[in-house]
Every structure is written in structure tokens, then in C-alpha cells.
């Protein structure tokens, strides 16, 4: 499951870079992957966005390499959604950093990407597992 | 939301960039310190640290556009891009501006005096809440009127102030009182009769003492107060300060003064009061009548103050209902009301005139903008041509079309922004004058006015809209057109001298064609006003004038009765025919063409509805002393004017309307159901009401025993105008020297009605010459660059033989056809504008054939003159130079 989720994400992440035209629509596709692995990683509680690059790295043992810059306008754009909020504070290292949290909108966003793709990707496992 | 928090990003462009460095900068040193922690050399763990990130730079600047309006940079950069293209060429620019401030000029400054005298709201705190109430009857209507139709009655009033919901008060003022204010020398002022909570609804206190309370207006004549203005306070009192207590005299009635009102109080007319009493003193201040009593007659406006959070509909609602309930006393009547928020001039009549003059004018200073958009889209179309080569590069790229024409609009919406932001500049710093100088061109004895036209939100917004407009205008079809283009063509840049001919050249053509026909329009209309003025002080009114002196003086308000008017009038008429010089006094109700009327409603025998009159009152010799003779039957006896016999003598075109083809000597007509007149005379049309009319049903009276105390006074003499005048002057003081008289020649009259003419020709006259120096500088432009454009052909043509008077022919004719038929246009379009301005002023013969031909001649040969010039150029190219051209 975490295998096929990491090949999706890095296809559409090369054929995005490939093809100038359709970047929009296929960057849209990986945008959406992205945004819900933020709400994901944010779901037990604040963090800075190095917490949430290492959160992803960490939970999907690995596998999932986010380009860890690309991360930032994800979280600057679903904070201006109103998806996330976002606070000023304090790292563990006392630095300051911008801790983001998930707002009501945001948790409720969360709630329906997972239900989204755990049924595509029960149906594209069922079609995969056909022989 | 999303918004709201990219506004305040914007706000904070800098702090944002800051924690955007910070949180970047944080990442990067965590990953660094986990690679160290990993075992990676201090550089080492560094470079990792920013492989595994990626550009920040680029990612910055995602962040910091997903935080921006996108639409709001580019149209930061589209400026800042116009802007340079405007700056590398200032000569184009310059003349764009400036045609562009002065068509965006002259609009917002007529529109600043129109605003000014009947948009803005009164002058008064919270005037949003204050509305105006007018009456408007329709069906069966009986009803006297004085001053105008939709005015209140006494008990009207009192009826509408007591059954409303929607007002914290209601206030009633009669506006057109004119009183004599007694003393030394005695002086007409214009005042006003008003409820006691006047001041009080229009929150307005007093600079001195106190306004009216409620028990001043408790009983008719009980209470004789009056409240001053500051300005007569100061100006006839000294300022005395204290003045509250003493009495003045009004009318020759006496009034204690209570207060002085705040120094730049008026009231609610543009025409400021002198002095407030009380209503209920009506009777004192005009003793011939007795208005509280007549429940019919329309003599008050009523203004009210809306309880607040009530609207102008619910307002509406409310008095509608007590009008409705009105109406149940007078059977086939209903009334409507005209409920607005209070402005000067707001009554309906005053309105429709206002209206109407300012339209005209509008309309006029409308076109002026539209021939200097027409110039402007001229000058970018040529400018466009010559950026043909850039735009072609920038579309075969692969920029969108929408793209390049916005960044045009962008251009010209500067260009319109900066000739508006000019244009206005000089219109508000010339605004003043002007008004003080069409004050100033006011007849003597009209009343003095204030004109407030300091810009407020409705000209800002007007000339925001207005510059935005203008931009759009002149810019979109140049900048469509100029996208529009084959790009092989124009990349290669050969365009030049074929293509370049038949592109843009149609409507280039077009647009000097529109500017040629509305030039003409405005250029006609001036001149028929122009010729207008000239014919209405040459023209003969159809009545003698010459000789002859006015005496305008008012008995009734200072107390005359009949027999005492009567006595009054028999002594005077006799002092002054005693005058060294006078050969003939008589006596009129109204002086001709004094702007005074006087209407009844007269039934003709036969039908049953009355038919609306004007008419005079006048001595029997009234008619020879003017020089209006008669065309059939006679005029009145000495013994008919004594005895009020009912005979009357109506004009030629009463006789012809009312009884064509029969003779109208002994026909009746009726007054009421009592009273018949025999028509015993029928007089030659003249233009004696009305100047340039001789159509209107009127007749005239016979000047009877019971008229004498409203007659005034023609004297014919031989002696000079001031030596008469002096003389009845004399004779007036000696008999009564509490009386005001307006002596003046009969002449004098013309004057006032020449005035809105006058005017109207001067500022169309300027107008004109605006429009015709824009469109001059339009045909020379184009013709210009049409030259330049086709310097090679010309000089192909000149190299293969061609002479010089070929190719100027040759040029002059492609250069004159838009003109000529723009001006066919033109004349076409002016007949149609020349029947509306005859409706409106005075004087206008809609087919003056020297307007029609003399303009039509002046234009073409000032756009010939202007199409010249650069044809000349155009002969003197040198083959060798052009051909090389490029």
C-alpha cells in the first residue's frame, strides 16, 4: 500500500516536470496528495513545517520523499484557505519558528480526503489484485 | 478570509518576507543540525541540507505569490510599463493628455455648477434626513395657486404634521415673501413666513437670542416676532448686539426682533432669507390676503426630518395615505407626492428647468469629450501602427490578445487618469469665477443667490466614472485594432507602405468623419445662438418701447385698501402727466415682458370645460401708447373702464384658435357660472408676454374701479428716460415715501429675457471653439501621419513624373472626404438638435440658413487649412529620400 501510494506520488511529480503544458493539471493531482499529507501530519497537533516534512518521512518508513521545499507553499496556501493556522513560537531547540495547526475547516477537509483515498486506493488495489 | 489576510499581507509586505526568510532559514538549520547529528562534516551537512530542500529562492517566491493578487502585480507592472511607453514619447503624450483635460475638464466643471445649484443636500446639519414635499394633482382640479402649483395649504399642512408616522417634525415656509423693511431709507427684502419649529427641524440655532417656540404660532396675529439673518443683521443694523427686543417694521407692521439666525444661514433656497416670522403673522406681512383661511390655496413647502432608520418608501407610504384621505374632500381630484431628499431648487417646476438647460449643456460639453476621445484614439492608432512590430513579436510568442489589449487599456486608462486629475485641477481652480460671473450677468432686481460649487462626492465620483469611461473609449477600438494584425506581414516590418495604407486607414477615416460631424453640431448650435442673441436685440416685439418708462410698485402689501388705492392711484396718474415732457400715462395690471403673468380659466360659449388664459388689466389707452393696433372691432371706453364693464379684447391668435374662421367680435366668453364677456375688439399678435411667442390664449381687461389697487404705471415722454424717471421718483416720495417703486425704462425688460441666451451663447461659443481647435488638431494629425506613412509611394510618384500639384491634389482629396462627409453628418444632426434648443431658450430659428452655411464653410476651411500644411510637406519630399526611406 505505502509502495504504490510512493509510486504514484513520484510519477506525477516526473510527468509534471516533463511536460510544461499540462503542469497545472497533473501538478494539481500531486498538490492534492500533498495538501492531504499536511492536514495528516497535523492532525495530533501543531507543528513547524520541518516537523511535518520529518512526520511524512517518518510514518511512511522512508518511503515518501517529499521535496522539502515544496512543502512550504503547500502549507502557505492551505493556511491561506483557511485550512490551517498559524502561530509564531518557541522550537524544542529555542528557535523561533511557525508552529501550524489544523483549523475546524481544516479538520474537516481531512475527514474527506481519507475517506476519498481509502476508496480509491481499495478500488485500484481490487483492479491490481485481478489477475 | 482569504482575502481580508492578503490584504493584510500586502500591508506588510516587509514583516512577511522577514518570517518567510525565518522559517526557511529554521528548516534548513534543523535538517543541518540532524545531518551533523547523522555524522556529516559541518559543509557537508549544510549542502545536504539544501539538496534535500531544493531552490529556495524559487520556493520563496511561491510562497510570496500565493500571498499577493496576482491580478493586482500585473496590473502594477502593466502601469508601470505604460508609464515608460508614455515617457519615451512626451510629445504624443502631451497632446493626449491635454485634448484628454479639457474634454474631462469641461465636464466636471458643468457638472460641478449643475451639482451645485440642484444636487446637493440643503445646508444644514444631518441634511440626509431632510425630504421635500411637493403636491402634484391630476383629474378634476380647482385650486388658487400662489407662487407654485405644488405648494401647501395652511390646513393641509397642519393635517400632514399631525397624522405622519415617519417624521420627528415637519416644517411649512412660504419661500417667495417680499417685504418692505420700514426706516430711514426704506428697502425690499426677500424673507420668509414659517412654522415655529423651523430652526428646530432643520437644526439650526441661533447666533443670537432665541427662535420661534410653539406659543408664537398658537393664534393668526398674535404674535409679531421675527427672527433675522445675520446678513441683515450686520449690513442694516451695525450689529448691534442689542438688537434682540427692538422693533423693526416689515410691511409697515411692526415686529419684535428675537434672535439673529447663524451666520451662514439662508434657509432652504438658494436665494437667502432676509428675515423668518411666524406663520401665523401671514395676515400682517400681506394684509390683502388671508392664506391660514384658504383651505385650497397652495402658498407653503414643507420640508420634513425622518425619524431616524425610517426610509424615503416608507415615507412615501405614510403621506400617501393622508393624501388619499385629502382627496375624499374634493370629488375626481388625486394628488401624488413628490417626496425627495431636499436640495436647492428641488420643486418639480424648478426642477424641469434646471433639468432641461443643464441636459443641454451636459450634452454639449458631452460631445466636446467625445471629439477629444476621437482625437486620442486617432493619435494611439497611429501609435499603435508604428508599435506593430512589438505587438506581432510579443502575439507570435504566444502572448494572449486579451493580455496585449489590457495592457494597452492600461495606457490609455493612464492617459485618461492623468488628463482627468489635470483637467479637474483647472476646472475647480476656475470653477469660482465662473460662478460669480454668471452671478454677476443676472438681472439687477432678481435676487441674490448662493452657489456652493466646492466638489463633493457626487463630482468626485462623477469624474472617476466619467475618466474611466473616457479611457475605455478612446482606447479599446485602437487597442482591439491593433491585435488584430497578420503577423508575417508585420514582423517583416514591410508593412509599411501597402498594408499600411488600407489598415487602420478606414477607421482612422471614421473617426475623423465623427469628429468633423460633432464639431459641426456644437459649431451650428452656437451659431444659432449666437444669431439668436443677435436677432433678439434687433428684433421687433410688435410693440412700441421706445419713450416709454415703467412704475412697478405694490399696494396691497403695505396696507392699501380699495378706496384708499384708488385715491392713491387718481393722484399719481395725474402728478405725473403733470411732468414737464409727459404725454401719456396709462395704466397696466403687468408691464410687457416684466416676467409677471397673470392666468384665469375662461370658458368659451358652447363648451363646457374652461380653457387656461393669460391675460393684463389695463387703462384704455394702454393699447395706443404701445403701438398695438387693433385689427377688428375697437378697444375699451373711458366709460367702460369706470363702470367694469364686462367687455374684453383678445388678440389675433385667441380669435383664430378659439373661432376660426367666424368673426370673434361679440363672442362671449365666461367666468365661473356668473360672469359673461363680450369680446369688442381684436388686436394684432406682439410679443408682449412673452418674448418670441405670440401663441397662448390672452386677452385684455378693461382696468376698472376695482382693480385700481394692483395697476402699475407706463409713461411715455419726451423728455430723456432718467429726467422721467427722476420725475415720477419725486412724484412717488411726495405721495407715499414708505412706498417702494421700481422705476426703469420698458426697454429694460428685454434684458432679462436675453440673459439664459446669453449665457448659453457664451459657453457654446467657447465650447465650439474647443471643439473646433480638437478637431483641427485631429485632421492635421491624421493627414500628417498618412504623409509619413506613404513618403515612399509619394516619392515612387514624384520619381515616375507625377508633379507637386498632382500629389497635393492627390492627398488633399483623401485628406477631405472623412471631412465632408462628417460634415454632411453633421448638418443633418444639427437640424434634429436645433428643434430642441428652440424649446429651451429664447430666440433659436431652427433654420437660420446663415448658421446652416456660414459654419459649415468655417470648418472646411479650417480642416483644409489643417490637411494643407502637412500636404505641402508631402510635395516637397525628394524621391531620392524617401525611396530610401526607412
Known amino acids: 500500500m505505502a509502495a504504490l501510494k510512493s509510486l504514484w506520488v513520484s510519477a506525477a511529480a516526473n510527468e509534471a516536470k516533463e511536460s510544461g503544458h499540462d503542469m497545472e493539471k497533473e501538478g494539481d493531482l500531486m498538490q492534492g496528495t500533498l495538501d492531504m499529507l499536511v492536514l495528516k501530519a497535523l492532525a495530533r497537533g501543531a507543528k513547524h513545517g520541518y516537523g511535518v516534512a520529518e512526520w511524512i518521512h517518518e510514518s511512511s518508513n522512508d518511503v515518501l520523499h517529499v521535496e522539502e521545499g515544496a512543502l512550504y507553499p503547500a502549507l502557505h496556501r492551505l493556511e491561506l484557505k483557511g485550512l490551517l493556522a498559524a502561530?509564531?513560537?518557541?522550537?524544542?531547540?529555542?528557535?523561533?519558528?511557525?508552529?501550524?495547526?489544523?483549523?475546524?475547516?481544516?479538520?474537516?477537509?481531512?475527514?474527506?480526503?481519507?475517506?476519498?483515498?481509502?476508496?480509491?486506493?481499495?478500488?485500484?488495489?481490487?483492479?491490481?489484485?485481478?489477475? | 478570509m482569504n482575502y481580508w489576510m492578503r490584504l493584510k499581507a500586502l500591508l506588510k509586505r516587509k514583516q512577511l518576507d522577514l518570517d518567510l526568510e525565518d522559517e526557511l532559514a529554521f528548516h534548513l538549520a534543523m535538517r543541518e543540525a540532524k545531518n551533523r547529528e547523522r555524522g556529516m562534516a559541518g559543509q557537508q551537512a549544510r549542502y545536504a541540507a539544501r539538496r534535500r530542500f531544493g531552490n529556495v529562492t524559487r520556493i520563496k517566491e511561491i510562497c510570496r505569490e500565493s500571498?499577493?493578487?496576482?491580478?493586482?502585480?500585473?496590473?502594477?507592472?502593466?502601469?508601470?510599463?505604460?508609464?515608460?511607453?508614455?515617457?519615451?514619447?512626451?510629445?504624443?503624450?502631451?497632446?493626449?493628455?491635454?485634448?484628454?483635460?479639457?474634454?474631462?475638464?469641461?465636464?466636471?466643471?458643468?457638472?460641478?455648477?449643475?451639482?451645485?445649484?440642484?444636487?446637493?443636500?440643503?445646508?444644514?446639519?444631518?441634511?440626509?434626513?431632510?425630504?421635500?414635499?411637493?403636491?402634484?394633482f391630476h383629474g378634476k382640479v380647482r385650486r388658487n395657486v400662489h407662487g407654485e402649483p405644488g405648494l401647501f395649504s395652511y390646513a393641509e399642512y397642519k393635517n400632514y404634521r399631525e397624522n405622519n408616522h415617519t417624521f420627528s417634525g415637519l416644517l411649512a415656509y412660504a419661500p417667495f415673501l417680499e417685504a418692505t423693511l420700514g426706516g430711514e431709507s426704506p428697502k425690499q427684502v426677500t424673507g420668509a413666513e414659517t412654522s415655529c419649529n423651523f430652526f428646530e427641524v432643520l437644526g439650526e440655532r441661533p447666533a443670537l437670542g432665541r427662535t420661534f417656540v410653539d406659543s408664537d404660532c398658537r393664534a393668526p396675529s398674535a404674535s409679531p416676532v421675527v427672527v433675522l439673518s445675520d446678513d441683515l443683521w450686520r449690513n442694516r443694523f451695525g450689529a448691534d448686539p442689542s438688537i434682540v427686543g427692538k422693533t423693526v417694521s416689515l410691511n409697515r407692521a411692526k415686529f419684535v426682533v428675537i434672535g439673529v439666525a447663524a451666520r451662514a444661514f439662508g434657509g432652504p433656497d438658494p436665494w437667502p432669507s432676509a428675515f423668518w416670522a411666524p406663520v401665523t403673522m401671514q395676515k400682517a406681512l400681506e394684509p390683502d390676503r388671508d392664506f391660514l383661511e384658504e383651505d385650497n390655496t397652495g402658498w407653503l413647502a414643507l420640508l420634513g426630518r425622518m425619524r431616524p432608520g425610517v426610509s424615503l418608501e416608507e415615507v412615501r407610504a405614510d403621506l400617501g395615505v393622508i393624501a388619499g384621505q385629502i382627496d375624499q374632500e374634493h370629488l375626481g381630484r388625486t394628488t401624488t407626492l413628490a417626496i425627495h431628499r431636499a436640495t436647492f431648487l428641488g420643486r418639480p417646476e424648478e426642477r424641469t428647468v434646471v433639468f432641461k438647460i443643464g441636459g443641454v449643456v451636459l450634452a454639449a460639453v458631452g460631445l466636446v469629450l467625445l471629439i477629444a476621445c476621437a482625437n486620442v484614439a486617432n493619435l494611439l492608432l497611429a501609435r499603435a501602427s508604428s508599435r506593430?512590430?512589438?505587438?506581432?513579436?510579443?502575439?507570435?510568442?504566444?502572448?494572449?490578445?486579451?493580455?496585449?489589449?489590457?495592457?494597452?487599456?492600461?495606457?490609455?486608462?493612464?492617459?485618461?487618469?492623468?488628463?482627468?486629475?489635470?483637467?479637474?485641477?483647472?476646472a475647480f481652480w476656475s470653477l469660482e469665477g465662473i460662478a460669480r460671473s454668471v452671478l454677476a450677468h443676472l438681472p439687477l432686481d432678481a435676487p441674490q443667490l448662493v452657489w456652493d460649487v466646492s466638489p463633493d462626492l457626487h463630482v468626485w465620483g462623477y469624474l472617476l466614472a466619467l475618466t474611466a469611461i473616457t479611457g475605455i473609449v478612446f482606447g479599446l477600438a485602437p487597442a482591439l485594432h491593433a491585435t488584430r494584425q497578420d503577423l508575417s506581414t508585420a514582423v517583416k516590418g514591410d508593412g509599411g507602405a501597402v498594408a499600411g495604407k488600407a489598415r487602420g486607414g478606414t477607421l482612422r477615416s471614421t473617426l475623423v468623419g465623427v469628429q468633423v460631424a460633432i464639431c459641426m453640431v456644437l459649431l451650428i448650435a452656437a451659431g444659432l445662438l449666437m444669431r439668436g442673441l443677435y436677432l433678439a436685440q434687433t428684433v421687433d416685439p410688435g410693440f412700441e418701447m421706445k419713450g416709454i418708462t415703467q412704475a412697478r410698485f405694490d399696494l396691497p402689501s403695505q396696507g392699501y385698501s380699495e378706496e384708499k388705492a384708488k385715491a392713491f392711484q387718481r393722484e399719481m396718474v395725474a402728478r405725473v402727466a403733470a411732468l414737464p415732457g409727459v404725454d401719456e400715462v396709462e395704466q397696466a395690471r403687468v408691464t410687457p415682458l416684466s416676467h409677471q403673468f397673470v392666468g384665469t380659466g375662461l370658458t368659451v360659449g358652447g363648451e363646457t370645460a374652461a380653457r387656461a388664459f393669460e391675460y393684463n388689466v389695463v387703462s384704455p389707452g394702454f393699447f395706443a401708447v404701445l403701438g398695438m393696433p387693433l385689427v377688428r372691432g375697437r378697444t375699451f371706453t373711458e366709460e367702460e373702464a369706470r363702470a367694469d364693464a364686462p367687455v374684453l379684447v383678445v388678440t389675433e391668435f385667441t380669435a383664430r384658435r378659439l373661432w376660426p374662421g367666424q368673426d370673434a367680435i361679440g363672442k362671449t366668453l365666461r367666468e365661473g357660472e356668473k360672469k359673461d364677456y363680450q369680446v369688442v375688439g381684436v388686436l394684432r399678435d406682439s410679443e408682449a408676454s412673452h418674448l418670441g411667442h405670440t401663441d397662448g390664449l390672452f386677452f385684455y381687461l378693461p382696468a376698472g374701479p376695482k382693480e385700481q389697487d394692483r395697476l402699475q404705471l407706463l409713461v411715455h415722454s419726451k423728455s430723456s428716460d432718467a429726467t422721467t424717471a427722476k420725475g415720477i421718483r419725486?412724484?412717488?416720495?411726495?405721495?407715499?415715501?414708505?412706498?417702494?417703486?421700481?422705476?426703469?425704462?420698458?426697454?429694460?425688460?428685454?434684458?432679462?429675457?436675453?440673459?439664459?441666451?446669453?449665457?448659453?451663447?457664451?459657453?457654446?461659443?467657447?465650447?465650439?471653439?474647443?471643439?473646433?481647435?480638437?478637431?483641427?488638431?485631429?485632421?492635421?494629425?491624421?493627414?500628417?501621419?498618412?504623409?509619413?506613412?506613404?513618403?515612399?509611394?509619394?516619392?515612387?510618384?514624384?520619381?515616375?513624373?507625377?508633379?507637386?500639384?498632382?500629389?497635393?491634389?492627390?492627398?488633399?482629396?483623401?485628406?477631405?472626404?472623412?471631412?465632408?462627409?462628417g460634415s454632411v453628418f453633421g448638418i443633418i444632426g444639427c437640424a434634429a438638435v436645433s428643434?430642441?434648443?428652440?424649446?429651451?431658450?429664447?430666440?433659436?430659428?431652427?433654420?437660420?440658413?446663415?448658421?446652416?452655411?456660414?459654419?459649415?464653410l468655417l470648418l472646411l476651411g479650417v480642416a483644409f487649412l489643417a490637411s494643407y500644411i502637412p500636404a505641402r510637406r508631402a510635395v516637397r519630399v525628394d524621391p531620392v529620400v524617401a525611396l530610401r526611406y526607412e
Do not use: C
Open chain 2, 388 to 426: 506593430q512590430k512589438e505587438i506581432a513579436i510579443r502575439l507570435s510568442i504566444g502572448g494572449s490578445r486579451w493580455r496585449i489589449v489590457r495592457q494597452l487599456l492600461t495606457e490609455s486608462l493612464l492617459i485618461a487618469f492623468l488628463g482627468g486629475t489635470l483637467g479637474s485641477l483647472i
Open chain 2, 835 to 856: 428643434q430642441v434648443l428652440s424649446d429651451v431658450l429664447y430666440g433659436i430659428g431652427s433654420h437660420d440658413p446663415i448658421a446652416f452655411v456660414g459654419v459649415p
Open chain 1, 87 to 131: 502561530e509564531w513560537g518557541t522550537s524544542e531547540n529555542n528557535r523561533r519558528a511557525k508552529y501550524y495547526s489544523l483549523t475546524a475547516a481544516g479538520r474537516k477537509k481531512l475527514a474527506e480526503e481519507a475517506e476519498y483515498w481509502r476508496r480509491m486506493s481499495g478500488a485500484i488495489a481490487r483492479v491490481m489484485q485481478t489477475a
Open chain 2, 730 to 821: 419725486e412724484t412717488m416720495r411726495a405721495l407715499d415715501p414708505d412706498l417702494i417703486v421700481g422705476v426703469s425704462k420698458l426697454a429694460d425688460n428685454l434684458e432679462a429675457w436675453r440673459i439664459p441666451s446669453r449665457i448659453v451663447a457664451a459657453l457654446s461659443g467657447v465650447l465650439g471653439a474647443l471643439a473646433l481647435l480638437l478637431a483641427s488638431i485631429g485632421v492635421h494629425a491624421v493627414v500628417s501621419y498618412g504623409v509619413s506613412q506613404r513618403t515612399r509611394e509619394i516619392g515612387i510618384r514624384m520619381a515616375l513624373g507625377a508633379d507637386g500639384r498632382e500629389v497635393m491634389r492627390l492627398v488633399l482629396r483623401q485628406a477631405l472626404r472623412p471631412v465632408v462627409v
Open chain 2, 67 to 136: 500571498w499577493s493578487f496576482t491580478s493586482l502585480e500585473t496590473t502594477w507592472r502593466d502601469l508601470r510599463y505604460g508609464a515608460r511607453a508614455l515617457a519615451k514619447n512626451p510629445g504624443f503624450t502631451a497632446v493626449a493628455v491635454l485634448a484628454t483635460a479639457l474634454g474631462i475638464g469641461v465636464n466636471t466643471g458643468i457638472f460641478s455648477l449643475l451639482n451645485g445649484v440642484a444636487l446637493k443636500l440643503l445646508p444644514v446639519p444631518r441634511a440626509e434626513q431632510i425630504v421635500s414635499i411637493d403636491q402634484i
